[in-house]
């Protein structure tokens, strides 16, 4: 029987016990109303709303899960400001609402904080951990993929066409060790770093890419899953996720947020929410810290395929 490939919306009624605390793929519609918990302030203050997007670094339903508790610190610290998480669906959701200027704040993936800076942002700040910018290659520990080559005719699950770790890292790589990416394999974009994972584990594909967060919370929080896979190859990294700035947002705004991002590691409020976020900094950066994204950009849509 011929298999069909998991995507994150289907996978949520058709698999719910396995995916009832790592895997939850629902959200079909986006949240754009995602309130904080924050501490009760003065009713005399008019507090400006300011929305902070996300991209799917994870589906939205786990976005704000991870990222909720760094908005609700933003709007308890800061006077007459508050802070909104919005996630979106996927990729293209996420660009649109991006380029459209729609959020104050946003955390973009380094291919979409360069497009950024043409639609009106700046850069401010990244994640840290520039080492765990990498894509991950995943195999079951069972198959019989041994090298790149094996792959040739086989499906290989991404989350998106523009997710940088997970997808064009990897999808070069793949070009340098000898395949012909848009030829020789299958790309399926199944819309979440989860949801590649789970198609490896499924069997529904040969191989499924990733970046190291998602992998390695679901090694916490579902062992028994993650034994069944392997890292089969890793990709060079990149600068982690940038922080971007509306630039019509008040100078003085941006330093508070600053100021509350990047020490965050200092104290243990902020260090738990890190560890939520697999991340173990905010740090400061600017629009030339992602000259090596635009570098790498040119080479892969010169080598492997064109990017809108």
Known sequence: ??????????????????????FLYGCEQEQKNYQPSVTQKSSSQQQKIYIFSIHPLHNPTRLHDVFGPVLSYLSKNIDNAEFQLEASRNYASYDEKLYAGKSHF???NPYQTI?????????????????????????????????????????????????????????????THGLDVMNDIDN??????ESSIMNVYLGNVAAGATWPPPWNALKKERPELAENLVIKWQTQSLPNNGLVVRN???????????????NLHTHKEGQKILQKIELSKFEPATNKTYQSVNDFIEIFSTNVRKLD
Request: proline share 6%; aromatic share 12%; hydrophobic share 45%.
């Open 188 to 193: 399926r974009y199944v819309g979440s770093q």
């Open 115 to 175: 497009n950024s800076l043409k639609h009106g942002y700046r850069v401010f700040g990244k994640m840290g951990d520039d080492e765990n910018f990498r894509g991950i290659i995943l195999v079951r520990k069972d198959s019989n993929i041994k090298t790149v080559e094996d792959l040739k005719g086989k499906a290989v699950s991404f989350p998106a066409p523009t997710a940088l770790a997970a997808t064009m890292l990897p999808q070069y790589y793949l070009k």
């Open 1 to 22: 029987m011929k298999k069909t490939f998991i995507n994150h919306i289907s996978v949520r009624w058709i698999f719910p016990a396995i995916f009832s605390l790592f």
């Open 106 to 108: 946003s955390l973009p």
């Open 248 to 262: 019509d947002v008040p100078a003085e705004l941006v330093e508070q947020v600053s100021e509350l991002l990047f």
